[in-house]
């Protein structure tokens, strides 16, 4: 590879046809660093780390010398570049590690009972369906829910489950679809008396 | 956020004295008088003996007692150069030894002219380093240095290590070889385990500080911290937020409860927020908090209750300074309300907050002085922080997402607003996807006690995204009135003159940041003949080649470093360098190792030493 026949004028130099990656051809992945392992920091062979960081630290510096000098203000290509932004590994390993975790080891929301004195928190990936749910719930708290119904809720019974979404508002269970149920699930408090049938007729 | 050590480590700061030397008189021999020296002013237990009292010497003796107050680098690099005993007498007085360069000077040469070191400061990789820009092996070894210093260093009581690898041999001969040791601090170190851990917990008896920061430590499946005896009641610091790993939770509350002179501990974030409940009520001394995860990791047991932590946080007279949250709950934010008042430092940058979230706390924080945080509190969380933080010196802005083409939830609007409500700032850091001169502009003005401005607009060649100006202006402004500023780092789209300004302006700026900038040679030049104090100097991704790089020739020994990547450097122009330089140490980084690279040089990184090149060099490394 010459380096030499590298100009700064924003040529089209077309890096992508002739990057290095980790991918298979045709995976369109951003840069891949030496392998971060923050939950996985095991010892691993220093050679394997080597290997790795400097053949991705090749294409992205094709990739920075290539974007360097861009004077007709065409953007860059968006294919990340190694260390940039200036972010720590460490720092950039702790924001990625919270969403996965996020993904793998589920929904935890705290569930509130109308005059319990206590709070549990509950993880919404372990159950598949509403039924589930509510049948966890009852055994949980030692209470009855009984079942909704699209029409009245939960009428016929004390408790009402109730919770608040993204966005703040209060909805009752089993409004939604299950999974958009998961997803926008903040916390849940199970209502009592008059005020659960209040919501119900909503 | 702790103190930042690195500030505490500047080359600015003037320490207060050294605690008492005690210890030994230790004989020195020089030319052919023999003395007795403690260089301890009215310990008591000086012995000065006279065989015959030359003025020389009591000269001596006096100057000793007298360098031994001086605690600035500076001022003791200065005095020794006066004369030849002046030089001794410095030497023999120095008990904090600061190396900026690992590989500046060897183990062996520094420990024969320091010979009563208590403290030991080394630094070893650049800091671009961080940015997986270095191959992993490529030095900074801890291990001969710990061996130098275990042979003529006996009553060493303190080190502080910056981006060097340290293994776990080294933590324990470190371990076996101080018995008065006390204090350990590892910042962006990595190499060791927590088997090291170990070692250090169970065999430095007078043990008081162990403070790991941002540090990678292999998880060995040591329980590190059961290895504190029971006799370890010393603890004044314990600092793990980097260890990834669970610590037995039991063994660490009884070390908690037996130490009544912690005050400083910070949690990694596999402790939960009940554990930290309990730590904190067996510790209402403390100072120093950081909070682990701020969450609960598992499902309440049955009929258990959440602790009162508003409560737990109340208690908490002391506090001065939060940080951790890094799984945080909201629901929990209001825990602390009780101690924001007293808070000096709160570091929120692994807290992903919105900014209704930190409004509800910053409105209570009228004393911060320091502040990390993470953008998700938008520039509307900035105005918040700006109209309640007065005091505020120190502001740093990270981003959630750390991409090019990312939201950006703040902007100049975040920046103007800190700059017209903190006056007294004198130090940012601030990442964004857009800015404008005005904004720069306005803090140039507005904060004019500015000594660090770092600003990083994270789209490269980015201009103002009002005007579609360069970013000239702005940093311009920066260096023109901000008399006091010593470090910059630059971003967004940059043409040469921008470094014109900071080479006229910039007179007293020491480390400079340079990425994705700049249109020729000139803007490399201007800053090497215009800024005479220049010490660290970063580039990557500029277009400057060998032309600008022999520019600074004249410079080039007065610099610890200067880092350049993805420029246009040859080979052969760096070589020039180097036989015009001899006690320049040229490293040039290959980063393929098979293919031949002809004349390009992909990173060069050089650095003025005593001792030529180093032998530890990795395969992707050569020394020209």
């Not at chain 1, 460490?90 to 005059?115: H, L």
């Not at chain 2, 919105?354 to 990390?372: A, R």
Request: charge should be neutral; charged fraction near 25%; hydrophobic fraction near 35%.
């Amino acid at each position: 590879m010459e380096r030499s026949s590298m100009k700064f004028h924003g040529d089209d130099l077309n890096l992508e046809a002739t990057e290095l990656r980790l991918g298979l051809p045709g995976s369109e992945e951003p840069e891949k660093q030496a392998p971060q392992s923050s939950r996985n920091n095991k010892r691993a062979s220093p050679e394997m780390a080597e290997h790795c960081r400097t053949t991705s630290n090749k294409k992205a510096s094709l990739l920075g010398a290539g974007n360097c000098d861009v004077q007709d203000g065409a953007p860059p290509t968006k294919t990340q570049v190694v260390g940039w932004p200036p972010v720590r590994s460490y720092r950039k390993n702790n924001m990625q590690t919270k969403k996965t975790e996020a993904d793998i080891s589920g929904v935890y929301v705290k569930v509130s009972v109308d005059g319990a004195p206590y709070l549990r928190k509950i993880d919404l990936k372990v159950y598949k369906s509403y039924p589930e749910l509510l049948k966890a719930l009852e055994d949980m708290f030692k209470l009855t829910i009984g079942s909704y119904s699209e029409r009245e809720g939960y009428n016929g019974s004390d408790y009402a489950p109730t919770y608040e979404d993204k966005d703040g508002d209060w909805m009752l269970v089993g409004d939604v679809p299950w999974n958009m149920f998961v997803c926008s699930c903040k916390r849940m408090r199970i209502m009592k008396g008059s005020e659960a049938r209040g919501l119900s007729c909503l | 956020m702790r103190e930042d050590p690195v500030s505490e480590m500047s080359e600015d700061d003037d320490r207060s004295p050294p605690s008492d030397l005690g210890g030994p008189a230790s004989v020195t021999v020089s030319s052919n008088k023999t003395r007795n020296c403690t260089g301890v002013c009215g310990s008591g237990s000086s012995s000065i003996e006279f065989q015959a009292p030359y003025p020389d010497q009591v000269l001596e003796n006096v100057l000793e007692s007298v360098l031994y107050f001086l605690t600035s680098r500076r001022d003791r690099s200065a005095a020794s150069l006066v004369c030849k005993s002046w030089y001794r007498a410095e030497a023999l007085t120095r008990s904090e030894l600061f190396i900026g360069n690992c590989y500046a000077v060897s183990p062996r040469r520094a420990t024969r002219r320091f010979t009563r070191v208590r403290s030991m400061s080394i630094k070893g990789k650049p800091r671009f380093a961080d940015f997986n820009l270095m191959p992993t092996n490529w030095g900074a070894y801890f291990t001969p240095w710990v061996a130098a210093m275990a042979k003529a260093y006996p009553w060493l009581e303190k080190v502080y290590l910056k981006r060097m690898s340290v293994s776990d041999d080294d933590l324990a001969l470190l371990s076996e070889s101080f018995p008065g040791f006390k204090e350990l601090v590892l910042v962006c170190c990595e190499g060791f385990g927590t088997s090291g851990l170990a070692v250090v917990a169970s065999k430095c008896r007078q043990l008081r500080v162990l403070d790991l920061i941002e540090s990678e430590v292999m998880d060995d499946d040591v329980d590190w911290i059961s290895f504190f005896p029971e006799s370890q009641i010393y603890l004044e610091s314990l600092t793990f937020d980097c260890v990834e790993c669970h610590v037995n939770f039991e063994a660490l509350e009884k070390l908690v409860i037996r130490s009544p002179s912690l005050k400083k501990l910070r949690l990694n974030r596999l402790v939960s927020i009940g554990q930290l409940y309990r730590l904190m009520i067996r510790a209402p001394q403390l100072t120093h908090l950081g909070t682990g995860s701020f969450s609960t990791l598992e499902v309440n047991a049955q009929g258990e209750q959440e602790p009162d932590y508003i409560s737990a946080f109340s208690a908490s007279k002391s506090l001065v300074c939060l940080s951790g949250f890094r799984d945080i709950w909201s629901d929990y934010l209001p825990a602390i309300y009780p101690v924001c008042a007293n808070l000096t430092n709160l570091n929120f940058s692994y807290a992903n907050i919105n900014p209704d979230q930190l409004k509800s706390v910053i409105c209570y924080c009228g004393n911060l002085q320091i502040f990390w945080v993470l953008d998700s509190i938008c520039d509307e969380g900035l105005q918040a922080v700006a109209a309640k933080c007065k005091e505020l010196r120190e502001l740093r802005v990270f981003p959630v997402d750390p991409s090019e083409d990312a939201e950006g939830p703040v902007s100049e609007v975040g920046l103007q607003a800190i700059s017209e409500g903190c006056r007294n700032l004198q130090s940012i850091l601030y990442f964004c996807q857009r800015m404008t001169n005005a904004a720069v502009i306005a803090m140039s003005k507005n904060c004019p006690d500015l000594v660090v401005f770092r600003l990083c607009i994270m789209g490269r060649l980015r201009p103002d995204h009002l005007t579609g100006e360069p970013m000239d202006e702005g940093f311009g402004a920066i260096v023109r009135n901000c008399k006091k500023l010593t470090r910059l780092a630059v971003s967004g789209l940059l043409t040469d003159r921008a470094f014109g300004y900071i080479g006229k302006y910039g007179k007293l700026v020491r480390t400079l940041s340079v990425a994705f900038a700049g249109d020729s040679d000139m803007g490399l030049k201007y800053v090497l003949e215009g800024c005479p104090k220049l010490e660290k100097l970063e580039i990557r991704d500029s277009p400057f080649g060998d032309a600008a790089l022999s520019s600074g020739l004249h410079h080039y020994y007065n610099m610890r470093f200067l880092w350049m990547s993805s420029c246009k450097l040859s080979r052969q122009g760096c070589r020039e360098i180097a036989r015009a330089l001899p006690h320049l140490v040229v490293e040039v980084m290959k980063t393929d190792l098979e293919a031949e690279v002809g004349d390009y040089v992909e990173t060069l990184y050089m650095y003025r030493s005593l001792e030529g090149p180093r032998d530890d060099t990795p395969q992707s490394v050569e020394i020209l």
